[in-house]
């Protein structure tokens, strides 16, 4: 399927960056937002919490040693079951939750695509649907190891060469999204936290309110 053509899920949005862009920091922003407004939602991340997720999360510890093929099906497995579970995306859009993802199809074909090459992680995702909105923060990966240094924990991809090369990765799958119906919003993370939370909480309000509007409609 062509990612023109690709179905757009109204009310999804996702975060997305190298290591240490700030998604986790704005995503628990996004749920302390919609929640102080009382408004039905979702915010989750992956790899998930799932069972899917905690094999994907062994593999990226280390602990779990295996092909970078395999973490490819991993990661959509465990992306199947976070968007078609029973609890999952679809079920919550379909009620009306507004649905935040911390990394999704875009980090599989940015990190995977270059540990495996570009086909398969193409290949694997691409039944996915898209988010009405997706947000990227950009920033150096200087500053991004930085900050990711101060981590108790660090995973087999958190190193300075490698996320060099995603960086690019993800300019490359942006642009492959271009004519889609997603909306793109980058933003430099090497801002002050207020000026990207504040751009970020600007998103979202125009997200509610599109949902608001598409609902009463």
Known sequence: ????????????????????????TQLRLIEARLAERGLPHWTSFEPSDLPTGTIV?????????????????????????????????????ERGELVVF?????????????????????LLNAAFPLP???IYFDLDVERAMGRVARRPDRDIFEVHEFQERVRKAYEEV???????????????????LPEVSRRVGEAVDALVEARRAGTAG
């Open 57 to 93: 999360r062994e593999a990226l510890s280390g602990r779990l040693p295996v092909e970078p093929g395999t973490l490819a099906h991993l990661f959509a497995a465990d992306r199947h079951e976070h968007l078609h579970g029973r609890e999952g995306a679809l079920a919550r859009l």
């Open 102 to 122: 911390d990394r999704y199809l875009f980090s599989s074909l940015a990190y995977q695509g270059m540990t495996c090459g570009p086909a398969l992680p193409a």
């Open 132 to 134: 009405e909105l997706l």
């Open 174 to 192: 942006l642009a492959g999204f271009s004519g889609s119906r997603m909306r793109l919003l980058r933003i430099d993370a090497s801002a002050p």
């Open 1 to 24: 399927m062509q990612n023109e053509e690709r179905q757009v899920l109204a009310g999804f949005a996702v975060l997305e960056g190298i290591d240490g862009a700030g998604t986790t």
